[in-house]
């Protein structure tokens, strides 16, 4: 029998992250992420809800987590759910459910820029946050002169589709 945890955020964050090292010297960053969802209720009233994500880096992705990181950048999360218990001060059990991230992705500038900062489309290293080493303002290449994408007002022609 098998089983999945997986979870996918695609959202802003709502404070900036909090880096800290365990005892063993490991690092870990804590973030939240509020996602929104919006539908039409059956009256035909517009409704939207908010969803506030708890999120938890480890390694080196918490110590990238705790640099680029801020209040209010667009991000997207891969991971899995974790939910941990502990006893309160006044004896009450305790628990919160977490997003244990494996993958992080910046989806804008910082400051709230349009664009993504990782680059043509692609995301980075799995582990990675996007934008890292990127310039500030990323230039894709030319097309080369021979390169038949580089004339988009030409007619594709079934022949010359190499496929």
């Given amino acids: ?17 909090e880096l800290k090292q365990i005892p063993s010297g490991q690092s870990v960053c804590s973030f939240a992420v509020a996602t929104n969802r919006a539908w039409t209720d059956p009256q035909g009233v517009k409704q939207e809800q908010t969803e506030f994500h708890n ?17 209010g950048r667009k991000v997207y999360i891969e991971g899995r759910l974790q939910t941990r218990d502990w006893e309160g001060q006044d004896g009450v059990r305790r628990y919160r ?7 992080v992705i910046l989806l804008d500038r910082p400051g709230g820029g349009g664009a993504p900062v990782s ?45």
Avoid: H
């Fill in 97 to 103: 459910t977490e997003i244990v991230a494996d993958n």
């Fill in 55 to 71: 999120v938890v880096a480890w390694g080196k992705l918490a110590e990238i987590c705790g640099q680029y990181l801020t209040k």
């Fill in 1 to 17: 029998m098998y089983s999945l945890n997986r979870a996918t955020l695609l959202g802003n964050t709502t404070r900036d992250p």
């Fill in 119 to 163: 680059g043509a489309g692609s995301p980075p290293a799995r582990g990675g946050v996007g934008g890292e080493g990127a310039p500030a303002a990323f230039k894709p290449p030319a097309p080369p002169k021979d390169d038949p994408s580089a004339k988009p007002s030409e007619e594709i022609r079934m022949e010359d589709i190499p496929f």
